[in-house]
């Protein structure tokens, strides 16, 4: 029987604790760790049909995470804390012997800046160790890159152009409230925006090109372009490709409020002095905005993310749109989470369900798009993320 460790009680490790419960067979023993045991033991009591054991745990500290690991026998580590944590968990795993998976880019507290780097620079003491770590296994970056592959594998002979195209239609009735942390969230908007064409990067200014996407069953959109963390694999891993972008939408007073509040320093990340004590701006807004697990009681109305991918198929020009639409209210419904925490905790549990069935794995540091995206693609339609398909024009 396997034992699963989940690091991290926040709204996505709520979702992957409930969904892998749904899956004890594959999963079996089920271990929550996180910094705040009480926030673990909250989800635990939720879940009925297995026992869900829980811990407390810094996953800052390499030492503190391999004695976890080793006082549960774990055989797979799913990272769901926050971004800063995955060096040391993905260390811990080396030295243990241990598949890791993860969500999200590595991000050094002190620099706002995504990227593989570091992440990919362990793949040798992955192999090494006889280990697998898949990167990115939410929905943007995960279940996008996966799109990615499928339309590659089914749809065309050579992909040109990718839009990534990230909707979030929920209204939560706070003036400004960020659906996952707001640290990172706010991070990622405010940074100059950027894209890949014609084999090199080129930088916008934040929220520069702007357009209007129509999302199926959500409708019209204003969409931004920004910087995303899976085009940073998916331009080493899609052949041919000339062009890749990500767009979100974001609504006028979302815009408006991050704008005041970047004016008068309040993203700040580095310290200033206040009173005779050392404050981190971005952390005090943290403590005075709605906490992202509040709002899913709150928040109704429809996500919509999805690629839409041009290119060539048997000497013809092709395009194509694959996309998800999740409904808030219904994933509340389900694992008292709402959509964004939920449409990136399935793919979690998905990517770990495949790795610990061997379906996909391979020793060393992985990204998404370099497996069969079929067995994936299946198991969206299973655990409550149906997709669709549209051939455009
Ligand atoms: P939350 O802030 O809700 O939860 C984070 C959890 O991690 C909290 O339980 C927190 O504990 C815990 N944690 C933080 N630091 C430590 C530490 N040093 N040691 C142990 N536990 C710690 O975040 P979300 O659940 O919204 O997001 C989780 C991850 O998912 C993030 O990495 C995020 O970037 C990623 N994500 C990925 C998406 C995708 O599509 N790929 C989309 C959305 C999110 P405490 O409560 O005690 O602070």
């Known amino acids: 029987k396997k034992t699963t460790l989940i690091i991290g009680a926040g709204g996505v490790g709520r979702v992957v604790a409930h969904k892998c419960a749904m899956n004890a067979d594959v999963f079996g023993e089920i271990v929550l760790a996180s910094r705040t045991k009480s926030k673990c033991e909250v989800i635990a009591d939720e879940i009925t049909n297995v026992v869900i054991k829980?811990?407390?745990v810094d996953a800052d500290n390499v030492q503190e995470i391999v004695e976890l690991i080793k006082e549960y026998k774990a055989d797979i580590v799913i990272n769901v804390?926050?971004?800063y944590q995955d060096l040391s968990i993905m260390d811990a795993c080396i030295?243990?012997?241990v598949d890791y998976l993860d969500t999200a880019n590595y991000e050094h507290p002190d620099e706002a800046k995504f990227e593989y780097k570091e992440q990919w620079a362990r793949d040798e003491a992955f192999a090494e160790a006889g280990i697998m770590g898949l990167l990115g296994s939410g929905f943007d970056p995960g279940v996008t890159n996966v799109f990615c592959a499928y339309a590659q594998k089914h749809y065309f002979d050579e992909i040109h152009t990718i839009d990534i195209l990230d909707c979030n239609a929920g209204d939560h009735g706070y003036p400004f409230a960020t659906n996952f942390n707001p640290e990172i969230n706010l991070r990622e908007v405010s940074a100059n925006g950027r894209y890949w064409e014609s084999g090199k990067w080129i930088e916008t200014e934040p929220m520069e090109i702007?357009?209007?996407w129509d999302y199926p069953e959500v409708g019209p959109k204003d969409s931004y372009l920004l910087y995303h963390e899976e085009m940073e694999s998916l331009v080493k891993h899609i052949k041919g490709l000339k062009r890749i972008r990500f767009f979100m939408t974001f609504g006028e007073s979302y815009l408006t409020h991050m704008k005041?509040?970047?004016?008068?320093g309040m993203l700040g990340i580095e310290p200033v002095e206040h009173k005779g004590?050392?404050?981190?701006?971005?952390?005090f807004l943290k403590t005075l905005l709605p906490d992202?697990?509040?709002?899913?009681p709150r928040t109704k109305g429809k996500t919509n993310i999805g690629i839409v991918a041009e290119g060539i198929k048997d000497g013809k020009k092709r395009k194509i749109y694959i996309y998800q639409v999740s409904d808030h209210e219904a994933c509340y419904k389900e694992v008292k989470s709402q959509a964004v925490s939920y449409t990136t905790g399935v793919p979690a549990m998905i990517g770990a369900?495949?790795?610990?069935?061997?379906i996909w794995y391979k020793e060393g540091v992985h990204n998404m798009e370099e497996f069969d995206p079929d067995p994936f693609m299946d198991e969206l339609n299973k655990q409550g993320l149906p997709w669709k398909i549209k051939e455009l024009e």
């Open 54 to 56: 829980t811990a407390s």
């Open 260 to 264: 005041c509040l970047e004016n008068v």
């Open 81 to 83: 804390a926050l971004p």
């Open 292 to 296: 992202p697990a509040s709002l899913g």
């Open 95 to 97: 030295e243990c012997g």
């Open 277 to 283: 004590q050392k404050i981190i701006p971005m952390e």
């Open 210 to 212: 702007k357009m209007v």
């Open 353 to 358: 369900k495949l790795m610990l069935e061997k």
